[in-house]
């Protein structure tokens, strides 16, 4: 599956019939898809990917605060996040969204699901039960560490159903 299109028309489970086979062949953004698009049709034109940042304190405890924006060019629906850290500790990331500006507290759009290690190094989230998963073409993201302890280096992935 070199192309997304390949991807959209595999439904079938001839077309990838192994985890190691989809995991070498798409990027890292779809290899989330791969096991969706075999037990689930995908209608034509839509496609999961995944955006986020990666914060690293060069060898310190990273610190609080915002940490990097980024601009998605396409509208879309959040349908769940993964967070890593590089040690087992505590993390709690906070996700702002807006448009045509930068982000404040007053934009989270995590509820009460802020993406979050708490005594260990990796965890997820898809049920976003209290998040707001609507996302505009050309919508700004912020991202802001509300805490950490132990953690250097930490990836938050946030996965979304593009339209």
Do not use: H, M
């Not at 192309?3 to 990027?27: D, E, I, M």
């Not at 940490?67 to 990331?93: D, E, F, H, Q, R």
């Amino acid at each position: 599956a070199q192309t997304a299109s390949y991807v959209l028309n595999a439904v079938s489970s001839s077309y990838a019939t192994t985890a190691s086979y989809s995991l070498s062949s798409l990027s890292s953004s779809y290899a989330q898809t791969a096991s969706y698009a075999l037990n689930t049709p995908i209608p034509y034109g839509v496609l999961s990917g995944s955006f986020g940042i990666t914060i690293d304190g060069a060898g310190t405890v990273i610190t609080t605060g915002e940490k990097g924006y980024l601009t998605i060019p396409y509208a879309g629906t959040i349908t769940g996040w993964n967070i890593i850290g590089n040690a087992s500790g505590n993390c709690v990331i906070d996700v702002w969204n807006t448009a045509g500006s930068i982000p404040t507290v007053a934009n989270t759009i995590t509820g009460t699901e802020k993406p979050t290690l708490s005594s260990q190094q990796i965890n997820s989230d898809t049920s976003l039960t209290t998040w707001t998963t609507s996302v505009a073409a050309g919508d700004v993201f912020a991202f802001n560490v509300d805490s950490a302890t132990t953690i250097t280096r930490v990836n938050l992935s946030i996965y979304i159903t593009k339209q």
